[in-house]
T-cell receptor
């Protein structure tokens, strides 16, 4: 069965600092991997996704993530945090392009000035 | 994702009442997914529907919960005889094809509070 583990329910960084949000997955077949962002009282917005091909994926708002099969990881990074990045971030996995999404429990990112 | 409309945004129900949550997918989208987000948890899949058909309801509780997506009108998630444990945010996502993961758009959710 698929699962997603997000290490750290809360992450705090200073504005301008590196953002690193961790995600590890479990899947019996090559996975499809996603990062979503949720702003307060809003729905989810897709940041980026990995399906096949290049393992370093670039998304919106300067975020990127790297699929590492050997580590079963898909960590999200951004070189320089901005105040507007404060939100909750969810990692998700599915086993096919048509399957439902399995979400992690989320990581709340705080950015301090 | 503003194109997926969910209403109401907030819903308060007393225990034992019925809750009806509506989701109007984006124009041209005929596939709808419902997810539930409990406090301090991630989203959990509930049901996947196409027009007039339930495709996958493996995440739906066996009792009190039902969903439909009629030929005309929004998709409805119905919860009968609500209990406090039903308090959560319910999100709908839509896509034009079954390729949910590449083209799904989420609504802003309905926050259900059972008192």
């Amino acid at each position: 069965a698929q699962s997603v583990t997000q290490l750290g329910s809360h992450v705090s960084v200073s504005e301008g600092a590196l953002v690193l949000l961790r995600c590890n997955y479990s899947s019996s077949v090559p996975p499809y991997l996603f990062w979503y962002v949720q702003y307060p009282n809003q729905g989810l917005q897709l940041l980026l996704k990995y399906t096949t091909g290049a393992t370093l994926v670039k998304g919106i708002n300067g975020f990127e993530a790297e699929f590492k099969k050997s580590e079963t990881s898909f960590h999200l990074t951004k070189p320089s945090a901005h105040m507007s990045d404060a939100a909750e971030y969810f990692c998700a996995v599915s086993e096919s392009d048509t399957d439902k999404l399995i979400f992690g429990t989320g990581t709340r990112l705080q950015v301090f000035p | 994702n503003a194109g997926v409309m969910q209403n109401p945004r907030h819903l308060v129900r007393r225990r034992g009442q019925e809750a009806r949550l509506r989701c109007s997918p984006m124009k041209g989208h005929s596939h709808v997914y419902w997810y539930r987000q409990l406090p301090e948890e991630g989203l959990k899949f509930m049901v996947y529907l196409q027009k007039e058909n339930i495709i996958d309801e493996s995440g739906m509780p066996k009792e009190r919960f039902s969903a439909e997506f009629p030929k005309e009108g929004p998709s409805i998630l119905r919860i009968q005889q609500v209990v406090r444990g039903d308090s959560a945010a319910y999100f709908c996502a839509s896509s034009p094809t079954r390729t949910v993961n590449t083209e799904a758009f989420f609504g802003q959710g309905t926050r259900l509070t059972v008192v």
